[in-house]
């Protein structure tokens, strides 16, 4: 009697797995394999390692690296003077809010910002320093991204951070450490965990980013998810916009087997 | 302060922001080489005493000595002094011999130094062979013993012991009670102990300070403590007491319970209101007539090794006795004692008057 309730408490799950995960994960590894006429072929994967995609390949890693590489770089300084601050809540609430923000909203404000006559140029005219192209660059793509993915990074590290027990800080300080050593040996490693979480939570994301290609960057950076977009809206060869998928799909994957708990941290 | 001192607390007070100081002016020495115990309830202070010694807070007024010098700004990683935290504060990303090894690699002692030195401090705590556990496979009482070897792998000159074993049962407790003790003989360290266990205090301590609401009641030997409390709060604090108002009518004659008794106190003014002690083993159960106090049985306890048995007397007073005999509920009884269990407290007095006190009538008393 007992495990029939319960089973059927898992019907809504089971449901929900079944027809937003499985069945759309199962009809783009059906659809990867049909050409643009709708036959059955492998062409679409054979093409996917002709050098056009594989530069794609790349490209989408290179600048996912990069936004996470930032991201980390801004989030763990940022994280960790959160937890010393005494309302910690309320900043942590006040760095979260501009995610609750639609991200189009975020990305057209940015087009003003770093417009031709926009405020960011406003600023280094009365720097001295003279206006500049500053949206379609590599730099302002990677700027943008870091900003929309700050917030997903600085919350696992942040949580990991308040989670340490700060005992552990006093004893490698009674231990002889200095707070260099002590953020070397225990703060750090007992943080990972959220270190690699956020990793995960902006590196995936990031590999597919499309619309920001697009209206940040002007279509100079092409990534894994333009050529999605491309595929399935503009070519409509739904086929290879799927081989793709099921690539993006498969890197997914090895991320989080790689970044996944291990038993202990480094060392 | 003879050259034997090693920590000295001159007239320390410690507040946090503008709260009343958690410690009043405390002042006190610390020899070398002996096992110390602060002892009082939970927030009497004595766990920033030990916060103050280990260096992580500093001290809002007065001084501390270490080996004759100031170390107020002195921090926490240039003392030479370790401590064994209450949860232990074991690394869990680290397995046991790096644990211990912490402290070692950051001095950059040589690999095999190191691993001689790790192997030796596992050896008094009686872990050999358990360099590469991982914290969590281990027990609490293995952890509390890595705690410690962590700490004496160091050779540091004291070592703080925060409520090392409120966290373990109590046969296991026991147990390490001995272990504490014999390792610090063994060392030589200083131990700076902190509980609030009475029980614990007494057994292990050279010498014990009692602490309440930021200063020290009295310090002294266990036994002077248990036997000499210089007030209620000591009384009442170490070991079961029955205490009673009573009149110091001359020297070595007090009066309580409505009658007048022999007691070996003095150097009191006549007839000077004063509280009287007598521990629960120290009254002795005899028949109605023969004792020198007429109560009756309220209720009794069975405690293992003794019946806890709680009289009343005539005027209200409530008699604890600690007795291997048992007693009837609602009997009469009587109780005897000897002139010599009785302690008699004077109201107010500090440790300083109470030990002129002592010393003046002790001598009185020699002359005689």
């Known amino acids: 009697m007992r495990t029939n309730s319960r089973n059927f408490y898992l019907i809504p799950y089971v449901l929900w797995i079944l027809l937003f995960v499985v069945t759309p994960l199962l009809l783009v590894l059906y659809y990867s394999f049909f050409d643009i006429e709708g036959h059955f072929t492998l062409e679409n994967y054979r093409e996917f390692f002709t050098p056009?995609?594989?530069?794609?390949?790349?490209?989408?890693?290179?600048y996912a690296f990069l936004i996470t590489l930032f991201s980390l770089l801004i989030a763990y300084p940022t994280a960790y003077l959160l937890t010393k601050t005494k309302h910690k809540q309320l900043w942590l609430l006040l760095i979260i809010l501009p995610s609750w923000i639609n991200l189009l909203l975020k990305a057209y404000a940015f087009l003003g910002i770093f417009g031709t006559y926009g405020a960011a140029n406003s600023f280094l005219e009365v720097m001295g320093i003279g206006s500049r192209q500053i949206l379609f660059t590599d730099f302002s793509f990677i700027f943008v991204s870091v900003y929309i993915f700050l917030p997903f990074m600085i919350l696992p590290i942040f949580n990991s951070l308040d989670e340490l027990n700060p005992t552990l800080l006093d004893a490698s300080n009674d231990l002889g450490g200095s707070s260099w050593v002590t953020f070397k040996r225990v703060i750090f490693p007992l943080t990972l965990d959220g270190v690699k979480a956020g990793c995960q939570?902006?590196?995936?994301?990031?590999?597919?980013?499309?619309?920001?290609?697009?209206l940040i960057a002007g279509n100079r950076v092409i990534t894994l998810g333009t050529a999605i977009e491309q595929h399935f809206l503009v070519t409509q060869d739904w086929g290879m916009g799927s081989t793709i998928a099921v690539f993006l799909i498969i890197a997914m994957v090895l991320i989080m087997v790689l970044t996944g708990r291990r038993k202990r941290g480094i060392l | 302060m003879t050259d034997n001192t090693i920590i000295r607390f001159n007239s320390v007070t410690k507040r946090y922001d503008n709260d009343p100081p958690v410690l009043k002016n405390v002042s006190?020495?610390?020899?070398?080489?002996?096992?110390?115990?602060?002892l009082g309830p939970s927030g009497c202070g004595k766990t920033t005493i030990l916060r103050l010694i280990a260096g992580f807070t500093e001290p809002s007024e007065g001084d501390i000595y270490f080996n004759g010098k100031v170390i107020n700004h002195v921090p926490a990683n240039k003392r030479q002094v370790n401590t064994v935290?209450?949860?232990y504060a074991l690394f869990p990303h680290l397995n046991v011999f790096e644990n211990i090894a912490f402290g070692l690699k950051i001095k950059k002692l040589k690999k095999a130094e190191i691993e001689r030195k790790v192997k030796e401090a596992l050896r008094f705590v009686n872990l050999e062979g358990y360099e590469n556990r991982e914290i969590k496979d281990m027990s609490g009482g293995q952890r509390q013993r890595v705690a410690i070897a962590r700490a004496i792998v160091n050779e540091p000159e004291v070592i703080l012991l925060d409520e090392p074993l409120s966290a373990l049962d109590l046969k296991l407790r026991t147990e390490m009670q001995y272990e504490l003790?014999?390792?610090?003989?063994?060392?030589?360290?200083?131990?700076?102990?902190v509980t609030h266990d009475q029980e614990e205090a007494l057994a292990m301590s050279d010498e014990i300070f009692v602490l309440n609401s930021g200063k020290i009641e009295q310090s002294g030997t266990p036994t002077d403590i248990y036997d000499e409390p210089i007030n209620r709060f000591v009384a009442d604090f170490i070991g079961e007491s029955n205490i009673v108002a009573?009149?110091?009518?001359?020297?070595?004659?007090?009066?309580?319970?409505?009658k007048l008794f022999e007691c070996v106190d003095g150097g009191f003014e006549p007839n000077e209101e004063v509280e009287i002690v007598i521990r629960p083993e120290d009254l002795a159960i005899t028949a109605p007539d023969d004792g020198k106090l007429k109560v009756k049985v309220d209720s009794q306890l069975f405690r293992g090794v003794h019946y806890e048995i709680s009289c009343y007397d005539s005027d209200g007073n409530e008699w604890l006795v600690h007795s291997t005999k048992k007693a009837t509920v609602g009997d009469q009884i009587g109780l005897h004692f000897d002139p010599e269990a009785i302690h008699v407290m004077r109201h107010g007095e500090t440790?300083?008057?109470?030990?002129?006190?002592?010393?003046?009538?002790?001598?009185?008393?020699?002359?005689?």
Do not use: C
């Not at chain 2, 009573?246 to 409505?258: L, P, S």
């Not at chain 2, 440790?351 to 005689?368: C, P, V």
């Open chain 2, 85 to 87: 935290f209450q949860d």
């Open chain 2, 181 to 193: 003790r014999e390792l610090q003989r063994n060392l030589g360290i200083t131990f700076i102990f």
């Open chain 2, 28 to 38: 006190f020495e610390i020899e070398r080489g002996k096992f110390y115990t602060l």
């Open chain 2, 246 to 258: 009573g009149a110091m009518i001359k020297d070595y004659e007090v009066r309580f319970a409505g």
């Open chain 2, 351 to 368: 440790e300083e008057e109470f030990d002129k006190r002592l010393e003046a009538y002790e001598e009185g008393s020699h002359e005689n």
């Open chain 1, 201 to 214: 939570i902006v590196f995936i994301p990031a590999l597919s980013l499309f619309m920001l290609t697009r």
């Open chain 1, 52 to 62: 056009v995609y594989l530069k794609m390949t790349l490209s989408s890693f290179w």
